[in-house]
Each structure stands twice: as C-alpha cells, then as structure tokens.
C-alpha cells in the first residue's frame, strides 16, 4: 500500500472538512478552546481555508478545512488533498463533509506527489487513515501509476530520450510479466514504418516503435498508443524559443498511455492489452524531413507535409495503422497534439474525439466519476477537406488557422478503420499551477478513466 496510506481504524487528528452552512453546527460540538481558536484565527470555511486546532496542552487537536465551492461551481473531489503539503508530520483522517471519499483520498496522494530528481527530495510526512470502504490498494495503482507518468513527463529531454522511454516500458514488462519489442532506426523502413522513420531520423537518438503486448490472447483486445516525442525543436519549421521551452512534455501521451497500461495490469484486468509507443525526437539537421515533402505511410496513404511542427500525427498515424490491423475491440490513443486544443479548452480539459456515440456517453460519465475531466469535441465532416493536397492524398495540417484539433482528429481517423471503437484524446499533459491533486509540472491526463472504462467494460481476472 502507498507509504502515506494507514488502515482503516487507525487513531489519528481529525481534518473535519466543513461547509459554510455546517460550521456554526460544528463551532458547538468543539472544545472550547478550539472553538475560540477558531474564531480568533478568523475561520469561516471559506474553500480552501483551513486551521489547526490546539487543545488545552497546545497540542494539535484538529484541523478544519473549508471545502465550499465559490460561486455556480462545483465542489473540487480533490480538495482535502491540498492540506496534505501543508501539516506537520503525523497521522491524519478525513471527517465531516467529503463528499467522494475515495476522490478525497486519492487527492491526498495525488498532491503529495514530487518531483526531485535534481534537487535533495523533501519527504510528505502528513500521512491518511483510509476512510472506511475504500480500496488501499486501487488507490496506491492510480496514485503509483500517476507518478510514474510525472515522473517521465517532468524528467529533462537529456536524460529522457527515445531510449529511455523504451526502458520504461521494458521495466514495465519485467514487472508484470508482459512481452515487449522494439523496432529501431533503419529497420523501421524495412518494417514499413516510413513516418516514424522520417520525423526521428535528423535526431543521433535513434527513432523507434516500441511495442508491448500482456495477457491472455483470448480477452478482449484493448491496444493503447502514446505520442512519445521525446523533445519538439518543430523540425525545420523551428518553434520560437517559448514555444520550446515545454517541450520535453511532447512525450505525454505515451507517458499517460504507460500509465494507463500500468493500472491495467497491476489490477490484472481481464484483457489482451497492447501498448504501442512511437519514441522520437523531432530534431534538426541535414537528415530533417521538409516542408513540401511527400511521405509515404504504413497504411498506404501518402502524406504532404506542410508543417514539420505537426510530427505527433505522423508518428501516431504509423502506429494506429498498426494497431488496427488486429481490430482491437477497444483503441485509444494519448497525445500531447495541439496549441489549438488548450486555445479552445485550457490545460485542464483535453478534448476527445471519437465516432462512436455509446463509447463517448461512457467516456464522459466516467471523467465525471473518477475526476479525470475531459471533453468531447466533434470529428466534423465537412473540415476533413481541409486536408486536401493537390499532390497526395492528403496534408498533415489544413489550410488555414481554424479548428487545429478537429482537423488534427480528422487525420488520425483516416488511419483507423477495423477497430470496434476508437477515441483520441488531445491532452496537454502539464499543469501551469498547482491546484488540490494537481501540482505543477508534467500530468497524467486521461489514463484514470481509461483505466476505469476498461475496467468497466471487461473485468477484473
């Protein structure tokens, strides 16, 4: 179980969780000299308020946090999570008015979380009773598998190239018993993944297709793909020097889709699950693929570039066409793809798309149940013409500045036919500022309620 988790039962200060309607209640059940410490310290539950207690030796006795929402918004699930930073070391439970319990607990571990590779790690002592009913053990999966995501995501391009997301996930295969391979370099042309090869070949950090597969070969298969651009120059078409500072995030998506795949096999779901990763860097130099040039691709269609800044749907478009050859019963793909969907959504909404109603209505149910918010936006028809070529069968960017992620969306879906059901998630993969569950730094978006569709759809073993 997650080192900051105790058993359910465990004697430990209460952190009454309080809404502005309950406190005058709670002010009478509270000792007096708690309750005139409060008073005095100004608590009003206001969200995100808290105080600790003392009681009559100076000891902390208690902690009140106020969890109201403001205004017309909803209450953050998270929310009791921000006090996790934030108190002294010791035992704490959660009481009052939580809302999800499980939420609430998951927000603890979730905000714990830190990243201190480079810097002497400073450890979160402020430990959680498990409140009654909830699964120790399915929160350490989420809470564990999410880290692991941040951990690659918030880690320099330096140390995380193509070869190390492969070590990832060879890491990830040693630990659950999973079979995975790696197709490298020049043999990614003779293997036929020409768009892989082409957007990874300017780059002394060979360009690869890593593939994973786990479990048995008679469950459902549910294939997973992450956009793993270890860093994004933009290509010959070069990113102004903010637009690259992020970039060593460009591999989120196959960060989120590791994650996802680690909380399906740590639960040990009943599914045959695939995990495709194209690993590259979008460098610069003599070897670079041009603006202008006519790629060919695994599925047959052949690609105009007219953006060497739009890679991730080339590398993506390689292996969802591999992916689908098998029709899956369940693809998803996770990708850090474009400014246009954070211009339309913000970071903390990554759009979705997908043609299947049914898979949506689940998709959008679930961002709500497990707090791992997403949107959907429309694969609308008649903008598929925007990525017309007059010399291919289509470009990889449209024509003009209008609807990047839909048209975006329309590329990737003209590489995916014999899948029962597929959706792409647009994710940013990076939180700007820290809010309850949520630090700042590299984020792992999508894969919870992946995680809790197939989870839904086949079963546990």
Known sequence: MHPLLLPAGTPAIPVHCVAKADWLALQEKLA???????????????????????????????????VDAVGPRRRDPFAPGRLVTSLPPGDYALAGDIGDAGLAALGWLLTAYRFERYRKPKPVAARLVLPEGVDGEELSNLAEATALARDLVNTSAADLGPVEIEAAMRTLAETYGAEVGSTVGDDLLAANFPMIHAVGRASTRAPRLIDLHWGAADHPKVTLVGKGVAFDTGGLNLKTDAGMLLMKKDMGGAAAAIAAARMIMQAKLKVRLRLLVPAVENAVSGASFRPGDVLPSRKGLTVEIGNTDAEGRLILADALALADEEAPELLIDFATLTGAARVALGPDLPPFYTHDDGLAAEIARLSAAVNDPVWRMPLWPPYDGMLDSKIADLNNVSGGAFAGSVTAALFLNRFVEKSRSYAHFDIYGWNPSSKPGRPEGGECQAARLTYALAKQLYGVR
Do not use: C, I, K, N
Request: glycine share 12%; hydrophobic share 50%; proline share 6%.
């Open 32 to 66: 007096p000299v708690s309750r005139s410490f409060a008073r005095a310290q100004g608590f009003e539950a206001r969200t995100g308020q808290h105080v600790l207690l003392p009681d009559a030796a100076g000891s902390l006795a208690a902690v009140l946090l106020g």
